[in-house]
Nanobody, 126 residues
């Protein structure tokens, strides 16, 4: 099992930026896909972005495409989500997720990730 800890959330005004970080520890980090999901109040958790273990494949939800960028640093056991041009509808708890070992392909689906962080709150005020 891998332990994931998110950080970087907070309160930001519309149009602002935040960078979320996900620190991984435990089993080998580098040979699995990573992703970010989010859950707004009263809504189901939804996919935001995913990255393959090599970083060569990245997927984004349509709602964040062009504004958010997912990245990873395998040497540091870190994953990141750079969020620009934030909107009120981006307000949610953001979760980092890791796929099982050697599942290297990025995926948009929760079922493909078995380790989750505790989440970090992002609030965008208008």
């Amino acid at each position: 099992q891998v332990q994931l800890v998110e950080s970087g959330g907070g309160l930001v005004q519309v149009g602002g930026s935040l960078r979320l970080s996900c620190a991984a520890s435990g089993r080998t980090f580098s040979r699995n896909a990573m992703a970010w999901f989010r859950q707004a109040p009263g809504k189901e958790r939804e996919f935001v972005a995913a990255i393959s273990w090599s970083g060569g494949t990245r997927y984004y939800a349509d709602s964040v495409k062009g504004r958010f960028t997912i990245s990873r640093d395998n040497a540091k056991n870190m994953a990141y989500l750079q969020m620009n041009s934030l909107k009120p509808e981006d307000t949610a708890v953001y979760y980092c997720a890791a796929a099982p070992p050697y599942k290297t392909a990025a995926s948009r689906f929760e079922r493909d990730y078995d380790d989750w962080g505790q989440g970090t709150q992002v609030t965008v005020s208008s």
